[in-house]
């Protein structure tokens, strides 16, 4: 029986979870909900049902989890607990500084129903938390520093787009070589977030925005921008899709510290994604087998991928695991 997946959202995202579903044979789609029109999504396959966004509590027996592909700023933080009390659902929210309040508002919604909801799936957070767990586990002396970029990051760019008078948006998140180096080397620098990474805004607005509020209103956003040396360039549309329609990103992460004798350690885990909603949304949905098989266990409420046996994202059996992997 193959596991009957729903994508809630139709983006760049969603658009990588029909690909990656396609990927995976134990998986099935039941259907994609948007709040646009279904009749303007073009969806190469007929026999794949699109449905509007309030259909999905009509769907509650014939979808085994939910995929969530909105955006962190605003969609997430209603639409994961809100659906997390009709489904198990999987999100991708990645506002580092937010989870701790998201998954107390999912953990209450899927506890009350009992269903399972894995939060903040993605690269990161999701892998990159994972590999910061597993170094600093190793090596409980020492220090971890991430690094992102360069790339777009889609909920940076997503928050953008939610200002008024904007009609699109790409963000660069840029790393700062010199801190990378000084900490490959072994040195373990203090760094605050604005001396690890510059933010780099190319932004379409309206005709006649007020341009120095909008440039005002990025800056300093807080938990996205506030805390960077931030550069916004405003440009044509054209100009946009021509010059920045490329979804790559990726980064590193890296534990520098000290075993019981003194000797120096480093831990780097690194990724370089050609494209970043079709990475993600293959993080996602070997998330949504975890969730499947956790509430198969009779698990209920909020995790994370930090709450996963690693087994359970993977669709081989445990006994090619041991044989391929160990």
């Known amino acids: 029986m193959s596991i009957r997946i729903g994508i809630y959202g139709y983006g760049n995202l969603g658009r990588g979870v029909v690909s990656a579903i396609k990927q995976n044979p134990d998986m099935s789609l039941s259907a994609i909900f948007t709040r646009r029109d279904p009749s303007s999504l073009k969806i190469n396959d007929p026999a794949i049902r699109v449905l509007r966004a309030e259909e999905a509590e009509t769907m509650v027996d014939e979808i085994d989890v939910m995929i969530l592909c909105g955006g962190s700023a605003t969609d997430l933080p209603v639409q994961t607990p809100a659906l997390s009390r009709l489904f198990n659902c999987v999100d991708s929210f990645d506002n580092h500084s937010r989870i701790p309040e998201h998954f107390a508002a999912v953990d209450e919604a899927a506890s009350q129903t009992g269903h399972v909801t894995l939060i903040s799936c993605g690269w990161d957070p999701g892998m ?36 008024e008078g904007v009609v699109d948006a790409r963000q660069y998140t ?88 003194g000797n120096n350690h480093v831990i780097e885990y690194s990724l370089k994604l050609d494209s970043n909603p079709e990475f993600t949304s293959s993080v996602l949905v070997s998330c949504a087998r975890a969730a499947y098989r956790l509430k198969n266990d009779g698990a209920k409420g909020c995790k994370t991928m930090l709450d996963i046996p690693p087994a359970y994202l993977s669709a081989a059996p445990a006994e090619e695991l041991r044989k391929k992997l160990l």
Not at 133 to 159: C, M, R, V
Not at 230 to 247: D, G, M, P, Q, R
Request: net charge negative.
């Open 128 to 163: 990159f938390s994972l590999n910061r767990l597993y170094a600093s586990a190793i090596l409980p002396e020492g220090n971890d520093y991430t690094f992102w970029g360069k790339g777009i990051s889609q909920g940076h760019s997503d928050a953008i787009r939610r200002i």
């Open 174 to 261: 840029i790393p700062i070589e010199d801190a990378i180096n000084s900490v490959r080397n072994g040195e373990n620098p203090v760094l605050t977030a604005g001396q690890k990474h510059t933010r780099e805004c190319y932004v379409v607005v309206e005709d006649g925005a007020d341009k120095a509020r909008i440039e005002n209103e990025i800056k300093t956003m807080p938990a996205y921008f506030a805390d960077y040396n931030t550069t916004v360039h405003f440009i044509s549309a054209e100009e946009l899709k021509a010059n920045h329609s490329a979804i790559y990103h990726g980064g590193v992460v890296i534990r520098s510290g000290k075993t019981g004798n």
